[in-house]
């Protein structure tokens, strides 16, 4: 008959455990304390010091900042658009990914997915969502979508008018 097995601690306090013995063990005199790169990564001194995505971090995110801005109030685009118009059309996840970690004063309520639905990701959920939306001017149907027919927003473009799938779009167009 075998003997039960003892709860032992999981594997990597276990680990840390022996490492800081270890390092009592080899110097004596000393308390057993890890390296100081060590203490700084687990008291979480590496810290940003400005808040976190105040500055965009690479080219694309600024991009969809200023495109963002530029969506009038009552008209909504969505996610692959806004990565059209910033120059990266299959960038559609890369700009959801903005939006979840980016700049809150932004009007992120203004970004939709393609089909006119709404963010469960978004500050207090899809109904957080559709309430901004209805400040903004914009009707959300019980099913919790737009009508992007009726509230889509394209910036004027020429001469290839607004559905223009024109890669070099971004260079031609200006707000309305």
């Known amino acids: 008959m075998r003997a039960p097995r003892r709860w032992t601690a999981p594997r990597r306090k276990r680990t840390r455990a022996l490492t800081d013995r270890r390092l009592a063990d080899r110097t004596p005199g000393q308390t057993a304390q890890p390296p100081r790169s060590r203490q700084r990564a687990r008291s979480g001194a590496a810290r940003w010091d400005e808040p976190r995505w105040s500055a965009p971090r ?10 963002l801005l530029k969506v009038p109030r009552g008209k909504v685009v969505t996610y692959g ?3 059209l118009l910033a120059g990266s059309p299959r960038a559609a996840r890369q700009v959801g990914w903005i939006a979840h970690a980016g700049r809150s004063d932004l009007p992120w309520q203004r970004v939709v997915n393609r089909f006119g639905g709404l963010a469960s990701g978004y500050r207090g959920g899809r109904e957080g969502h559709k309430r901004d939306l209805m400040k903004d001017g914009v009707r959300v149907r019980p099913d919790l979508t737009v009508d992007l027919g009726r509230y889509q927003w394209w910036p004027v473009c020429d001469p290839h008018g607004p559905r223009s799938r024109r890669p070099n779009r ?3 167009c200006q707000s309305s």
Request: glycine residues 6%; aromatic residues 12%; hydrophobic residues 45%.
């Open 58 to 67: 690479f080219p694309l995110q600024g991009v969809v900042y200023e495109i």
């Open 170 to 172: 971004r260079s031609r």
């Open 81 to 83: 658009q806004l990565a």
